[in-house]
């Protein structure tokens, strides 16, 4: 059974600092236990939080960082739709992870061998049940629920013998990117979700207070043996019945 998940209701100028805490805390936890910090980042308003706070934290060892990509859009990181592109240029080059530790795909290969390809990069987080178990997976929502690049109705949804696929028909623009399946999703210690603004709030509420029998795909995000947790704001969270 999953952890019950914990929710997070933050004033819109602690969204930002809070979430930056907490990475920074599972960070110092993980390399204390095992060494080294094995996390997914995501793009979109995340990256931006992350960008901003992080590169502040005192008493965070970089070194023992290894970054992921939960996904990726295959587009030339030049292209500002790259989320590699987007860390680079705003939180990589302020601190000092290793180039080497920083897994990115190989955007010249085609969606199905650059999925491939990165399986194997993947394969580099340590694993329990067969699966990598990351420490963290920093997760967005888009305003049709999805994560990562599972979209609801997808055939993705129900993707379990590859931990990372290829989409070639995403409904957000670009068509092509490289996901991580929910079977990778659902073995990690931590995954945490930020979402902001009141545009998101019926969405959120159809999420964590919703009990739909076709879950959207950020709903089927439910670690078996980590935490959840959910980082918003008051707009987000706008439209939530309980107290939280």
Avoid at 38 to 49: D, T
Avoid at 137 to 142: A, I, T
Avoid at 169 to 194: E, G, H, I, Q, Y
Wanted: with cysteine; proline share 7%; aromatic share 8%.
């Amino acid at each position: 059974m999953p952890t019950e998940k914990k929710i997070h209701v933050l004033d819109d100028k602690e969204l930002s600092s809070k979430v930056c805490e907490f990475v920074a805390a599972k960070s110092k936890e993980a390399i204390e236990s095992r060494g080294c910090f094995n996390i997914g980042v995501s793009g979109g308003s995340v990256a931006k939080f992350l960008s901003a706070g992080l590169p502040a934290k005192d008493g965070l060892d970089w070194t023992k960082w290894k970054v992921f990509f939960c996904d990726e859009r295959l587009v030339p990181f030049d292209n500002d739709d790259s989320t590699y592109k987007y860390f680079k240029e705003n939180m990589f080059g302020k601190v000092n992870i290793p180039s080497d530790q920083i897994y990115i795909i190989d955007p010249t290969l085609s969606v199905e061998d650059a999925a491939v390809d990165y399986a194997k990069k993947v394969d580099n987080v340590p694993k329990e049940n067969n699966l990598p178990v990351f420490d963290l997976l920093v997760l967005g929502m888009g305003p049709d629920g999805h994560t990562c690049s599972l979209f609801p109705g997808h055939k993705l949804l129900q993707e379990t013998s590859v931990t990372v696929a290829p989409i070639s028909d995403s409904p957000k623009p670009p068509p092509s990117r490289v996901t991580l399946t929910f079977p990778v999703v659902n073995n990690t210690r931590c995954a945490m979700f930020v979402s902001g603004g009141a545009g998101k709030a019926e969405i959120v509420q159809r999420i964590l207070e919703g009990n739909e029998s076709d879950p959207l795909p950020a709903a089927r995000v439910q670690p078996t043996n980590g935490e959840l947790h959910w980082f918003l704001d008051t707009g987000a969270a706008g439209a939530l019945k309980a107290k939280y």
